[in-house]
């Protein structure tokens, strides 16, 4: 099985900053169609979790442009330009590639 | 508007026997693979089993192979999780899903089952 390694698990943020969180996997997600099987969720207080980047870098409909996705193989990043106080939550990587399907242990970002 | 509502969740004994439902509307159900996963506070977010469009192929975790079967109805636009032989550890908040080629992307909002005596 694929297993996904994300890194900080705990992100205190203050509004206006940026954010990034990392997300390693331990084989490559590259398909021979080039696409890296890549998705990152997050999981609003309550909530399910929602995509916000499939593909390692394509933002889901709806997603604020403060969220960008970047990486190949197996090393990932997601940003968030300026973090806003309703991006309060866990954010889990997960990779798509084979089943099983894994996630990493998630990310809570906080606001300071 | 494409949701997914859980259903069946409770409280149950080890050794126990349980059947999820997964109600999807907003979308064509039989076009779309579905997914069930589960969260449990140890073990953060866990795939647990795939079904193809017609219900005639489905992938499970080792861990629940045997134990947890996946199928579906595309008359009532349902997709169902028997769980047979419960233990503590399935104890966790269980979703279905909207399974697409490149992620999960619609998910439900859960529903709570507990393994406990």
């Known amino acids: 099985d694929i297993v996904m390694t994300q890194s900080p698990l705990s992100l205190p943020v203050t509004p206006g900053e940026p954010a990034s969180i990392s997300c390693r996997s331990s084989q490559s997600l590259l398909h021979s169609n080039g696409n890296n099987y890549l998705v990152w969720y997050l999981q609003k207080p309550g909530q399910s979790p929602q995509v916000l980047i499939y593909?390692?870098?394509n933002r889901a409909s709806g997603v604020p442009d403060r969220f960008s996705g970047s990486g190949s193989g197996a090393d990932f990043t997601l940003e968030i330009s300026r973090v806003e106080t309703e991006d309060v939550g866990v954010y889990y990587c997960m990779q798509a590639l084979h089943t099983p399907l894994t996630f990493g242990q998630g990310t809570r970002l906080e606001i300071k | 508007e494409v949701q997914l509502v859980e259903s069946g969740g409770r409280l149950v004994q080890p050794g126990g026997s349980l059947r999820l439902s997964c109600a999807a509307s907003g979308f064509s159900f039989s076009n779309y693979w579905m997914s069930w996963v589960r969260q449990s506070p140890g073990k953060g977010l866990q795939w647990l089993a795939n079904i193809n469009r017609d219900g005639s192929e489905e992938y499970y975790l080792d861990s629940v192979k045997g134990r947890f079967t996946i199928s579906r109805d595309n008359a009532k636009s349902s997709v169902y999780l028997q769980m047979n032989s419960l233990r503590a550890e399935d104890t966790a908040v269980y979703y279905c899903?909207?399974?697409?080629?490149?992620?999960?992307?619609?998910w439900g909002q859960g529903t709570l089952v507990t393994a406990s005596s």
């Open positions: 899903a909207r399974a697409i080629a490149v992620a999960l992307d619609y």
């Open positions: 593909l390692g870098s």
